[in-house]
């Protein structure tokens, strides 16, 4: 399994600002993934991130609104910028680890960070 | 593309009674898993069961058990024996076999599942 961390658990933030979320794991981990929920929704995938290389966003995503890093195999940040009200959500980090047999790999989550922008 | 569809926004279920919860799919690969999240008001997301598509036995944990129909793209989850812990919302998600670029989990939109007393 995988401990995950996430620092702040929640903020409220003022239009036009940036804030930078912190995910902290346990175990050395190949992939992180940032995800979004927003409120009464479902969770949507923004970006992978692999140590090493440049972060690969999902469609609807970019690099200048959702800067990440991943500088180690253990920590991550993700950072929400030019805050819109639109933002406001829960951003959830993920990792992914070896399972139970057959090379599955199973994903654990965060307990994420909620965002508010005013 | 694939998606994933919860037909049931809310359930509600007694104490120690069953529930099923349903989930659909769409996707044309032959090979992938099948997952069920639990989402507790903490927040912190859990998995609750998972199913390989090659595999036809219908996987269980404890209460939890999956029917998987991978013709009809179904897979719904049955909770038996309802407990007041499992009162939370419930995701169904699909991950590709192979992967590809990224393991990503696909999501549905939740089953808010409440359990009475």
């Known amino acids: 399994s995988a401990v995950i961390s996430q620092k702040p658990s929640r903020d409220i933030c003022q239009r036009g600002t940036s804030l930078t979320i912190q995910c902290q794991v346990d175990s050395q981990v190949t992939m992180m993934f940032w995800y979004r929920q927003q409120p009464g929704q479902s969770l949507t995938l923004i970006a992978t991130?692999?140590?090493?290389?440049?972060?690969?966003?999902e469609s609807g995503f970019v690099i200048d609104k959702f800067p990440i890093s991943r500088p180690n195999l253990t920590f991550s940040t993700l950072t929400v910028s030019n805050m819109s009200p639109e933002d406001s959500s829960i951003y959830l980090c993920s990792v992914e680890k070896g399972g139970q047999g057959e090379g599955y790999n199973e994903q654990f989550f965060g307990p994420g960070t909620r965002l508010t922008v005013l | 593309a694939q998606t994933v569809t919860q037909s049931q926004p809310e359930m509600s279920v007694q104490e120690a009674e069953t529930v099923t919860l349903s989930c659909t799919y769409d996707?044309?690969?032959?090979?992938?898993?099948l997952f069920w999240y639990k989402q507790p008001p903490s927040r912190q997301m859990i998995l609750v069961i998972r199913?390989?598509?090659?595999?036809?036995q219908n996987a269980t944990e404890n209460r939890f058990s999956v029917n998987f129909q991978k013709a009809a793209k179904s897979f719904s989850l049955k909770i038996s024996d309802s407990q007041l812990g499992d009162a939370a919302m419930y995701f169904c998600a699909y991950r590709s076999y192979d992967g590809g670029a990224t393991n990503k989990l696909i999501f549905g939109t939740g089953t808010l599942l409440a359990v009475q007393p």
């Open positions: 199913q390989e598509a090659y595999k036809q």
């Open positions: 996707t044309s690969e032959s090979d992938y898993y």
């Open positions: 991130a692999n140590q090493g290389s440049e972060a690969t966003y």
